[in-house]
């Protein structure tokens, strides 16, 4: 991986996880809305405020990363010319329904009332931006695996970008309070899980067409990769619901630092997902399209 792989792969990992967390925050605050006090409601709606200011920013920066990457000179970063083919190449596309998206859900969003439907709009169309590009357009027909990934990534949203605004209930000390938010989002996860999961294999098929590229093919290790770190997040996720949960319902204080360490792994781990969905999509194309 050159210099400028690795950077358009930094910079859209970053893109990734601001803007899938921005929009997941917002669906936290829809469900959990009357379980949450509102100083915490505060606080997650200045992190979407601040996720949203990153993400654009992030992608403006991908742009000016992928028109140097076409002459691979750091002088043309800000040409004219070249960040004008980066932006036609649909990735502006993709930046102008995202900011859209992003401006709507801050708009419909504060401390003091229930997400409006067009902040839930807005997170919806700002989690699926990345659907305007990629390698899904390549596949015919396109819009079976466009749909399907508008699912994935709205599933993907839904989980990761809840556990920043769970760490955030987390600090409370009132562990019925943080065990009604954390019972609350692994009863929705249950079927948010359950469409990322369907959707991804769904996708891994017409993507790979073959399971022997998943160690045979770059394409196919990067998304192996992806595919063990997820396991390791359900794993984490198992062990919020089914252990730390209910001990913190019964008031279990050494339950709240588990729960604590555990989100924090999980947004690690989610991190490494994420920087490994953007080395995918950007380094190799699918075998299925060879």
Same mark, same amino acid.
């Given at each position: ?7 358009? @792969?930094?910079?859209?990992?970053? @893109?990734?996880?601001? +803007?899938?967390?921005?929009?997941? *925050? ?7 809305? *009357?379980? &949450? ?16 200011? &990153? ?8 742009? &000016? @990363? ?53 902040? &839930? ?6 989690? +699926? ?6 390698? +899904? ?13 508008? #699912? ?9 970008? %809840? /556990? ?10 009132? /562990?019925?309070?943080?065990? %009604? %938010? ?8 249950? $079927?948010? #899980? ?17 399971? !022997? ?5 770059? $394409? ?9 770190? #997820? ?26 630092? !588990? ?9 690690? #781990?989610? *991190? ?8 995918? +999509? ?9």
């Amino acid at each position: 991986m050159g210099g400028w792989d690795a950077a358009a @792969v930094a910079v859209k990992a970053i @893109v990734y996880a601001a +803007t899938l967390c921005a929009a997941g *925050a917002v669906f936290f605050l829809v469900y959990s809305h *009357a379980l &949450v006090p509102a100083a915490d409601r505060l606080r997650i709606a200045r992190l979407i405020r601040l996720l949203s200011l &990153v993400a654009l920013c992030a992608s403006g920066a991908q742009i &000016v @990363v992928s028109a140097g990457s076409m002459s691979g000179a750091v002088s043309d970063m800000m040409s004219l010319p070249l960040l004008r083919m980066a932006w036609a190449a649909g990735m502006g596309r993709a930046i102008l329904v995202r900011a859209v998206g992003l401006g709507l859900a801050n708009a419909g969003t504060s401390a003091l009332r229930r997400p409006t439907w067009v902040a &839930v709009a807005g997170a919806a169309i700002a989690a +699926t931006s990345f659907a305007w590009m990629g390698h +899904t357009h390549s596949l015919v027909p396109e819009w079976p695996p466009i749909f399907m990934l508008c #699912v994935h990534l709205s599933a993907a949203a839904f989980w990761l970008g %809840a /556990l920043a605004p769970l760490l955030v209930v987390a600090r409370n000390r009132d /562990l019925s309070v943080i065990a %009604a %938010a954390a019972a609350r989002f692994g009863s929705m996860a249950v $079927y948010g #899980v359950g469409a990322l999961l369907a959707a991804g294999l769904i996708l891994l098929g017409w993507m790979l067409g073959d399971v !022997s590229h998943l160690w045979n093919d770059p $394409y196919g290790r990067w998304l192996a990769s992806k595919l063990a770190l #997820v396991a390791v997040l359900l794993s984490l996720a198992a062990f919020n619901k089914l252990r730390l949960t209910p001990s913190l319902a019964a008031g279990d204080t050494a339950a709240l630092h !588990s729960l604590r360490t555990s989100i924090r792994i999980e947004m690690g #781990v989610g *991190a490494l997902i994420l920087a490994a969905t953007a080395a995918l +999509t950007t380094l190799d194309g699918p075998p299925s399209l060879d």
